[in-house]
T-cell receptor, first 114, second 116 residues
């Protein structure tokens, strides 16, 4: 089955600097890669996603890049703010009618230092 | 829209006790999922239901059963709780299975379960 590795497990960044979280996946058939943000005591919330036919996607201060050849994808947060502090999860999935399952990375705890 | 709701928010059980975690969604989604979240292990899929009337095992199904009661509700049952089932449980739903769109899973707020 799919295996997703996520690095780093913890990341501290000065407010205003950029943060980068990286994930690798094992199944070359995976074609959907979402990123979730989880704040303390809450459920994960989708912040951005990318499909395998796209190399990069941006939404304001957040961007995701995908390298299908190397089987890795990354989350980039620019101009970080205190409210960006949270745990971030990457995930991978392949479309399989009726049997799609997300495989999650182990999470990155991002701390923004004021 | 309340989205995905879960009850209870927190529960303490003794080893061997049983309980059912409830999940409901009001987004008319077809697919629903149960995950558990443990420190350092991300979210692991327990069971899922691609559509009303179907359920399938995920990565860690042992010790659990599920019921897709109707399109809105998907419950998770622990028949005989064990300390290893101490975790945070999340329910999620997704609009459509097997399409290029609709992969987004929406998560509930979670149920924190402690088994003594």
């Amino acid at each position: 089955g799919e295996n997703v590795e996520q690095h780093p497990s913890t990341l501290s960044v000065q407010e205003g600097d950029s943060a980068v979280i990286k994930c690798t996946y094992s199944d070359s058939a995976s074609n959907y890669f979402p990123w979730y943000k989880q704040e303390l005591g809450k459920g994960p919330q989708l912040i951005i996603d990318i499909r395998s036919n796209v190399g990069e996607k941006k939404d304001q201060r957040i961007a995701v890049t995908l390298n299908k050849t190397a089987k890795h994808f990354s989350l980039h947060i620019t101009e970080t703010q205190p409210e960006d502090s949270a745990v971030y999860f990457c995930a991978a999935m392949k479309s399989n009618f009726g049997n799609e399952k997300l495989t999650f990375g182990t999470g990155t705890r991002l701390t923004i230092i004021p | 829209n309340a989205g995905v709701t879960q009850t209870p928010k927190f529960q303490v059980l003794k080893t061997g006790q049983s309980m059912t975690l409830q999940c409901a969604q009001d987004m008319n989604h077809n697919s629903m999922y149960w995950y558990r979240q443990d420190p350092g292990m991300g979210l692991r899929l327990i069971y899922y239901s691609a559509s009303e009337g179907t359920t399938d095992k995920g990565e860690v199904p042992n010790g659990y059963n599920v019921s897709r009661l109707n399109k809105r509700e998907f419950s998770l049952r622990l028949e005989s709780a064990a300390p290893s089932q101490t975790s945070v449980y999340f329910c999620a739903s997704k609009e459509i299975a097997g399409r290029a769109f609709g992969e987004t899973q929406y998560f509930g707020p979670g149920t924190r379960l402690l088994v003594l």
